[in-house]
């Protein structure tokens, strides 16, 4: 029988299918373009192979095309019977994804890896800080995590894959010296894996290594696809470490012409994300306001994410209308959440809630009621989503918030307990406190 580049038994008999098929599923680990087209090419080589079309409808899913997702699900389904156990516990994974439902999802992940650990496809939806355990929007997640990728190292061994993952995953939690061995080995074995590429971002960020992470990008991004679903993101990481570098003029360049441009392609809710929070970091370091780069953003958030339902997009377009000054698109937001909240089907609760009126508090000069709403979130931050590095916002924002209050000895406190790698966040009248 085929097998996959895992090992893992295909219920193919076709060679070109087989590998067209983990050419689809590299590229989709990898966060490059074109695995679409690679699953098309499995299907046409052998129409009856299911996992193939649900590769399609992951590809799909990922370029918002949902009823292409669906109907390729629907595909893979009537053909479950030819399929293998692996293959129909597989399959009803994405089901269960598709159908928006992430508890059950993730619940069936953890069940799946249990006997088939090296399903890296399957392994994906949940081996990092966007997955389904990133956000959950649970208390622990970072720790529970890593605690997920630990039990499966020893499945994966050095693959360049699994490492990066699990390398970001250790560096997630401060442990950085055992996560640089393996995610420099990830990209020394596969340079052209964008995930990889996004883990070292993030281990510089943490580490400190501003001009590490400068110089690492400026050489690894032109080789990157603009098609594929991290370039608008690492982008965002280039421009965030220019401007802590004091390169506003650089990162804007960047915010322009890579993670706010029109031509983006990357996920919806990462291009909000990443756009909102380098305006208002750029901002907290005492550069001006674009009021026309906000209207613009306001609008994208109206357009594409109307509703609620991910934390992390979810603050970050609570931020927009802050900044905007749009106290009825807020409220109405918030009041949203909150609901989803009682109804018990918004896993952070209130903090997204909190976290919003916070920064619409700072916005409008009220910094005791912004302190007094982040201090209270502040040892719960992880369940919002994102990274650290994402997270590292709402801190940005206490901080300012303290020295405009004139509260420099809570200002210096926060800074002193801090990582100290990312310790420097700047932020407008930090050097006087």
């Given at each position: 029988?085929l097998t996959?580049r895992?090992g893992?038994p295909?219920?193919t008999?076709?060679?070109?299918?087989?590998?067209?098929y983990?050419e689809g599923?590299?590229l989709l680990?990898?966060?490059y373009?074109?695995?679409a087209?690679a699953?098309?090419r499995a299907?046409?080589a052998?129409?009856?192979f299911a996992?193939?079309h649900?590769?399609?409808?992951?590809a799909a899913?990922?370029?918002g095309?949902?009823?292409?997702?669906?109907e390729?699900?629907a595909?893979?389904t009537s053909?479950?019977?030819?399929?293998t156990?692996?293959e129909?516990?597989?399959?009803e994974?994405?089901?269960r994804?598709?159908?928006?439902l992430?508890?059950?999802?993730l619940?069936a992940?953890r069940t799946?890896?249990?006997t088939?650990?090296?399903?890296?496809l399957v392994?994906?939806?949940?081996?990092?800080?966007?997955g389904?355990?990133g956000?959950?929007g649970?208390?622990?997640?970072e720790?529970?995590?890593m605690?997920?990728?630990d039990g499966?190292a020893p499945?994966y061994?050095e693959?360049?894959?699994f490492?990066?993952?699990?390398?970001m995953?250790l560096s997630?939690?401060?442990?950085?010296?055992?996560?640089?061995?393996g995610?420099e080995r990830?990209?020394a074995k596969?340079r052209?894996n964008?995930y990889a590429?996004h883990?070292?971002?993030h281990l510089?960020y943490?580490t400190g290594?501003?001009?590490?992470?400068i110089a690492?990008?400026?050489?690894?991004l032109?080789?990157y696809?603009?098609g594929?679903?991290?370039?608008?993101?690492?982008?965002?990481?280039?421009?965030?470490?220019?401007?802590?570098?004091?390169?506003?003029?650089?990162?804007?360049r960047?915010?322009?012409?890579?993670?706010?441009?029109?031509d983006h392609r990357?996920?919806?809710?990462?291009?909000l994300?990443?756009?909102?929070?380098f305006?208002w970091?750029?901002?907290?370091?005492g550069?001006p306001?674009?009021?026309a780069r906000w209207a613009k953003l306001?609008?994208y958030?109206?357009?594409?994410?109307?509703?609620?339902?991910?934390?992390?997009a979810?603050?970050?377009?609570g931020l927009t209308y802050a900044?905007?000054?749009d106290?009825?698109?807020?409220?109405?937001w918030?009041?949203a959440?909150e609901?989803l909240?009682?109804?018990g089907?918004?896993?952070s609760?209130?903090?997204?809630?909190?976290?919003?009126?916070?920064?619409a508090?700072?916005?409008?000069?009220?910094?005791?009621t912004a302190?007094?709403l982040i201090?209270?979130?502040l040892?719960?931050?992880e369940r919002i989503g994102g990274?650290?590095?994402?997270g590292?916002l709402?801190?940005?924002t206490?901080?300012?918030?303290?020295l405009?209050a004139?509260?420099?000895?809570?200002a210096?406190?926060?800074a002193g307990?801090r990582?100290?790698?990312?310790?420097g966040?700047p932020?407008?009248?930090?050097g006087?406190?």
């Amino acid at each position: 029988m085929l097998t996959d580049r895992y090992g893992l038994p295909l219920s193919t008999t076709s060679a070109t299918a087989r590998d067209a098929y983990v050419e689809g599923v590299d590229l989709l680990l990898t966060v490059y373009p074109g695995a679409a087209n690679a699953f098309e090419r499995a299907i046409a080589a052998d129409p009856a192979f299911a996992l193939a079309h649900i590769g399609k409808a992951r590809a799909a899913q990922l370029a918002g095309k949902l009823d292409a997702m669906r109907e390729s699900l629907a595909t893979a389904t009537s053909l479950g019977e030819g399929s293998t156990a692996r293959e129909l516990s597989h399959i009803e994974v994405f089901r269960r994804l598709f159908a928006g439902l992430a508890v059950a999802a993730l619940a069936a992940i953890r069940t799946h890896v249990q006997t088939w650990p090296r399903d890296a496809l399957v392994l994906s939806l949940a081996a990092n800080q966007g997955g389904l355990i990133g956000m959950s929007g649970l208390p622990g997640r970072e720790q529970d995590l890593m605690d997920f990728l630990d039990g499966l190292a020893p499945h994966y061994g050095e693959d360049w894959w699994f490492e990066a993952h699990h390398g970001m995953a250790l560096s997630e939690i401060g442990r950085h010296d055992e996560a640089r061995p393996g995610i420099e080995r990830s990209l020394a074995k596969y340079r052209l894996n964008a995930y990889a590429a996004h883990a070292f971002a993030h281990l510089c960020y943490e580490t400190g290594e501003q001009d590490a992470g400068i110089a690492f990008l400026r050489d690894w991004l032109p080789d990157y696809d603009r098609g594929g679903g991290l370039f608008g993101h690492l982008n965002w990481h280039l421009g965030l470490f220019e401007l802590h570098a004091g390169n506003l003029e650089g990162g804007l360049r960047l915010y322009n012409d890579a993670f706010c441009a029109d031509d983006h392609r990357g996920a919806i809710h990462q291009k909000l994300s990443d756009s909102a929070a380098f305006l208002w970091r750029s901002e907290l370091a005492g550069h001006p306001r674009d009021p026309a780069r906000w209207a613009k953003l306001k609008d994208y958030a109206r357009e594409k994410l109307p509703r609620p339902g991910m934390s992390l997009a979810d603050w970050h377009v609570g931020l927009t209308y802050a900044a905007t000054g749009d106290d009825a698109a807020l409220d109405g937001w918030v009041k949203a959440i909150e609901e989803l909240a009682s109804a018990g089907r918004y896993p952070s609760g209130s903090l997204i809630p909190t976290v919003t009126r916070a920064f619409a508090a700072h916005q409008r000069g009220d910094h005791a009621t912004a302190i007094e709403l982040i201090e209270a979130i502040l040892p719960e931050r992880e369940r919002i989503g994102g990274s650290r590095a994402q997270g590292d916002l709402v801190e940005a924002t206490l901080l300012q918030a303290y020295l405009a209050a004139g509260r420099a000895d809570e200002a210096r406190e926060l800074a002193g307990r801090r990582r100290a790698g990312p310790a420097g966040l700047p932020v407008t009248g930090k050097g006087s406190a």
